[in-house]
């Protein structure tokens, strides 16, 4: 059973900066590709980042391209996700997920899933 660990969010306002990391252990060897989800009160959980561990193939969410960057460490268990010009928008519970397919948008098509941590982007 895969385990996933992470750290990172808090408050921060808008425009700043945050960074997530994700460790994965337990039976790794299984996952390929490690990403990010957030839930917001009331809305539904929607993706944010995936990166493959085996050649590091990335896709974003639209609403985070050019302000998030996922990437993965040489050990292939670690991902973070470096989050940049926040907006109150991006303020949610997020999620670090391990799917043994390919990066996909879809959350049901990940196995395994960290608790979440919460970001709060004040205005």
């Known amino acids: 059973q895969v385990q996933l660990a992470e750290s990172g969010g808090g408050l921060v306002q808008a425009g700043g900066s945050l960074r997530h990391s994700c460790v994965a252990s337990?039976?790794?060897?299984?996952?390929?590709?490690m990403g990010w989800f957030r839930q917001a009160p009331g809305k539904e959980r929607e993706f944010v980042a995936a990166?493959?561990?085996?050649?590091?193939?990335?896709g974003y969410a639209d609403s985070v391209k050019g302000r998030f960057t996922i990437s993965r460490g040489n050990a292939k268990n670690t991902v973070w996700l470096q989050m940049n010009s926040l907006k109150p928008e991006d303020t949610a519970v997020y999620y670090c997920?391990?799917?043994?397919?390919?990066?996909?948008?879809?959350?049901?098509?990940?196995?395994?899933w960290g608790q979440g941590t919460q970001v709060t982007v004040s205005s």
């Open positions: 997920a391990a799917s043994v397919g390919t990066v996909s948008f879809r959350s049901g098509l990940y196995d395994f």
């Open positions: 337990g039976g790794t060897f299984s996952t390929n590709t």
């Open positions: 990166i493959t561990q085996s050649d590091g193939v990335t």
